[in-house]
Nanobody, 122 residues
Framework: QVRLAESGGGLVQAGGSLRLSCAAS????????LGWFRQPPGKERTFVAA????????RYADSVKGRFTISRDNAKNTVYLQMNSLEPEDTALYYC???????????????WGQGTQVTVSS
């Protein structure tokens, strides 16, 4: 089992940037593919980005391509989400996720963090 703890959320103006971090503990970090989901107010959780165990493969939702970048540092047991050109529509609770399968991390991750709030003002 892996435990996930997000940080880095906050309030930012439209056009600004934020970097989310997610620290993992428990099982071997590099055993897991990692990702991010988000849940806007009153809406369902949706996939944002995923990264493979060694970071060779990434995947993004169409809505964030070209603006968000996912990365990981296996030596620090941490995954990041760099968010640029933020829009009010990016306002959501952002969750760090993990799964032993790359397809699983983008569809139905087995492990979730508690979430960190990102609010983008217009």
């Amino acid at each position: 089992q892996v435990r996930l703890a997000e940080s880095g959320g906050g309030l930012v103006q439209a056009g600004g940037s934020l970097r989310l971090s997610c620290a993992a503990s428990g099982r071997t970090f590099s055993d897991y593919h990692l990702g991010w989901f988000r849940q806007p107010p009153g809406k369902e959780r949706t996939f944002v980005a995923a990264i493979s165990q060694k970071g060779y493969s990434t995947r993004y939702a169409d809505s964030v391509k070209g603006r968000f970048t996912i990365s990981r540092d296996n030596a620090k047991n941490t995954v990041y989400l760099q968010m640029n050109s933020l829009e009010p529509e990016d306002t959501a609770l952002y969750y760090c996720v993990a799964d032993p399968n790359f397809s699983g991390v983008a569809r139905a991750p087995g492990f979730w963090g508690q979430g960190t709030q990102v609010t983008v003002s217009s």
